[in-house]
């Protein structure tokens, strides 16, 4: 698995190489191949692209971020967390539709076989994952504490290891309903 700050070296050199300070902020750039450009229409054009496999699936994290911030409003900071943001609240969306998805799946477990707590499970997973995302993203950032880079560094993990869980637990409730 590649390690979400590897991701970043590139930002990281382009940051300092624009001097990234923070004047201005990105409108949206278009994605080529997608109907509206935005980062909810490029990650939808993505995913059904890498339809069915989850290995290219889970490489459409940062697919807007990406062009967004080769715009000339993102190569700021404050471009570039405006980039990494709209993607984000993307890939949040997909997390909590399918988290309603798994908590009905849940409930059924457990009323048909009430000791599986399949419900109470599942929900212990959620803040067992949600703190480990917290946690691995300011690790990966902890270097640059102190810098402008250091909230660029969490807001690119937490994408991608968001990303990566929205795929995995898709492809597991698939496989589940596919049982």
């Not at 698995?1 to 902020?25: D, E, K, S, V, Y």
């Not at 054009?45 to 971020?65: F, K, N, T, V």
């Not at 969490?154 to 637990?169: D, F, I, M, W």
């Amino acid at each position: 698995m590649r390690r979400p700050a590897a991701r970043f070296a590139g930002l990281i050199a382009l940051a300092a190489a624009t001097g990234a300070t923070g004047a201005g902020a990105p409108s949206g750039p278009a994605v080529a191949g997608t109907e509206d450009g935005s980062a909810r229409a490029a990650v939808a054009a993505c995913l059904a692209a890498a339809e069915p496999d989850p290995a290219a699936r889970r490489a459409c994290a940062g697919i807007y971020a990406t062009v967004c911030m080769e715009s000339p409003e993102g190569q700021t900071t404050v471009g570039m967390s405006q980039c990494l943001g709209e993607e984000l609240a993307v890939w949040e969306e997909m997390r909590a539709e399918t988290w309603k998805a798994l908590r009905a799946d849940a409930k059924q477990a457990d009323a048909a076989y009430p000791e599986a707590e399949a419900l109470p499970t599942l929900r212990r997973a959620r803040r067992a994952w949600t703190a480990y995302r917290e946690a691995e993203c300011r690790a990966a950032a902890a270097p640059y504490s102190g810098g402008t880079i250091y909230g660029l560094i969490v807001g690119n993990c937490t994408l991608t290891l968001t990303a990566e869980r929205v795929v995995a637990q898709r492809a597991r409730l698939l496989e589940e309903r596919n049982r």
